[in-house]
């Protein structure tokens, strides 16, 4: 896949590393668009109805027993855009933009997409089949927060030692601070609250066998995604593209190690082997001291092994 494949993102902002990267931009634009349609449709009647209530029952998250309304298969990725409140929709798109920020540059845009929506959509299946085992799960859920979960989790396995300041003034490294949070989720299942701890635990858990499944098969994470949605798939005729060597990925074998070589895009010349320790060591380095003290090189290497078929 080469750099001007469109389902490939490389950053483009200050050292090659975007504050804004744009599956994060536009996961925020739909977000805050479908609140604002929510609160708007509080003053619009449908029917016996008002707008927002109807896209609740046709959107949100709908428990199969649900005497109000039916589950629609398409809610299991709808509902990850509807928000309930001002500080629900910006705390959610707060955390979102905090830890997969830096997961996006690393991943490039299609795998994270694929990341973000599938932790989603573990987490609504949770949400469906467990939660009427502890509370009766009667009303519908909405929000980002599993999807949001798994993004964390993501991010404290790759960044384990990261400090995350909470309220911007106590630093507690990453891995803690997700422990910490998946604890308090666990202990909260069954109490009669508005918050769908079991979504939350659901999109980590989903997270966290999505970054096993990458690191350990040779099933990828934005494969399954491709599988269900067919995106990637060509239309039409096929124009004549350079061709290059699949580059190595975190967590190659030995033997796709030894037979990678990567090419420039309109050269021949063949550049350094990359092997899954260097990629290791990068990732060591950033968790360290951060994205902006890579080497040139050693960003190139990174953008490398981000490159996707």
């Known amino acids: 896949m080469s750099y001007q494949d469109r389902d ?3 950053p483009g902002g200050f050292g090659g590393f975007s504050f804004m990267p744009p599956v994060i931009k536009n996961l925020l634009i739909i977000n805050v668009a479908m609140f604002f349609l929510s609160v708007l449709g509080e003053a619009i ?12 029952i046709y959107l949100g998250l709908i428990p199969f027993n649900a005497p109000y309304a039916s589950f629609l298969p398409w809610q299991l990725v709808t509902y990850q855009f509807l928000h309930g409140g001002l500080g629900h929709i910006f705390f959610n798109m707060l955390m979102l933009w905090m830890f997969g920020m830096e997961l996006e540059n690393l991943w490039g845009s299609k795998k994270f997409l694929s ?3 599938i932790s989603g959509i573990g987490a609504g299946l949770f949400q469906l089949f467990l939660a009427p085992l502890f509370s009766g799960g009667l009303g519908p859920t909405i929000g980002a927060s599993g999807a949001v979960y798994g993004i964390m989790l993501a991010f404290a396995f790759y960044f384990p030692d990261r400090y995350i300041y909470i309220y911007f003034l106590f630093p507690v490294k990453a891995k803690y601070l997700v422990v910490g949070l998946m604890v308090i989720e666990f202990l909260s299942v ?3 609250s508005f918050t769908a701890h079991l979504a939350h635990i659901g999109g980590a858990l989903f997270g966290l066998g999505l970054i096993l499944l990458d690191k350990y098969s040779s099933l990828r994470v934005e494969k399954i995604f491709d599988y269900f949605s067919g995106w990637g798939k060509s239309s039409g005729s096929k124009k004549e593209q350079p061709k290059f060597r699949r580059p190595v990925s975190y967590g190659s074998s030995k033997q796709e190690v030894q037979e990678a070589t990567f090419y420039d895009i309109n050269k021949n010349e063949p550049k350094q082997d990359v092997t899954p320790e260097d990629i ?3 990732l060591d ?6 994205y902006q003290n890579l080497t040139e090189e050693e960003k190139r290497i990174l953008f490398e092994a981000s490159k996707k078929d």
Do not use: A, E, H
């Open 45 to 56: 009647m449908v029917g016996n109805l008002s707008l927002s209530r109807w896209i609740t």
């Open 285 to 290: 380095k950033i968790s360290r001291s951060g």
């Open 280 to 282: 290791d060591r990068i």
């Open 8 to 10: 490939y993102y490389r």
């Open 190 to 192: 069954g109490n009669q």
């Open 115 to 117: 990341f973000y929506l």
